[in-house]
């Protein structure tokens, strides 16, 4: 009984990861308040050009 859990246990682990592999978030990606504030200046000075 417990190798056949354990063998089950490994499976459905391997297919989760794919699954949530498959599976990606159209959260935007995290950028640094520093980043922002960077990037805030470029657009500032250009605006400014």
Known sequence: ???KKKMNNIL????KKM???LHT?????YVSK???AKLEEA???QESE
């Open 34 to 36: 520093a980043d922002r």
């Open 25 to 29: 978030s159209n959260k935007p990606k």
């Open 1 to 3: 009984m417990n190798r």
């Open 19 to 21: 699954n949530s592999k």
């Open 43 to 45: 657009e500032v000075s």
């Open 12 to 15: 459905k682990k391997k297919v």
